[in-house]
């Protein structure tokens, strides 16, 4: 690799984990820049979720090594990594259904960011208007009051994806982030991501090929641990590779 280690946020090389001998990631190298939208796909069990795992320091490499912007992931604790900018959304969401909107925002915000004194009796206000702003983000500003249990399964996502947002991360991780949503919530979360991508890198993991569509810049596709098939979305659904491992199954 020429390129410049720089120009990444995240750089995965040599990425492996063994489960009992059984390598569910195998080799793995791939490299995500600022600002871009990452959307891996691939067959079950081709270890999609286990690479998500491995970043958040979920589960140990067995070898290899992750950079997110210089840091070295694979020696880090999980709330170190959260510290260090990572969000990572799981594919149940885990709000609080009892509580308001704005509760479960409240919540999220990093406490302990505004530590210095002088600027402590400035903080119920900048977490209020944080609140309002990921709330209009994720369209539900009109709900805020609302018991987030209330919510429909599409508004529950999104709440969870603004729980992530309030905290800011420079690399936003989201485990098929449409499943069980309507055709029209998807349409709106394609355009959440694509707005969020400011100075943020995405990596999403997701099977509906409409959704890729709207959200990929490049598409990585993982098969048996390894990558298949990587490029545009238009690249990868022309590869003879890909249609095979699609067709044969
Ligand atoms: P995907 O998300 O692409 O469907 P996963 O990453 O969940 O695939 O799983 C990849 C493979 O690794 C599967 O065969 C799965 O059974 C196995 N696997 C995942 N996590 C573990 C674990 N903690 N222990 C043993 N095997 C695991
Ligand atoms: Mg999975």
Known sequence: MAMAEKDFVLSVEGLTVSFDGFKAVNDL??????GEIRVIIGPNGAGKTTVLD???????????SIKFRGKELTKMKEHSIVHAGVGRKF???SIYEDLTVFENLELSYPKGWTVFGALAFKRDEHVIQEVESIAKTIFLDEF???PAGLLSHGQKQWLEIGMLLIQKPDLLMLDEPVAGMSVAERKKTAE?????????????????????????????VLHQ??????????????DPNVVEVYLGH
């Open 144 to 146: 805020l009051d609302k």
């Open 225 to 238: 641990g390894k990558v298949l098939s990587e490029g545009s979305m238009d690249r990868v659904k022309n």
């Open 91 to 93: 594919q149940n969401p």
């Open 192 to 220: 959440l991501l694509n707005r969020i991508t400011e100075g943020r890198s995405v990596i999403v993991i997701e099977h509906d090929m409409q959704f890729v569509e709207d959200i990929a810049h490049r598409v990585t």
């Open 29 to 34: 190298s791939f490299y995500v820049e600022e």
């Open 54 to 64: 491995l970043i958040c320091g979920r589960t140990q490499a067995t070898e290899g």
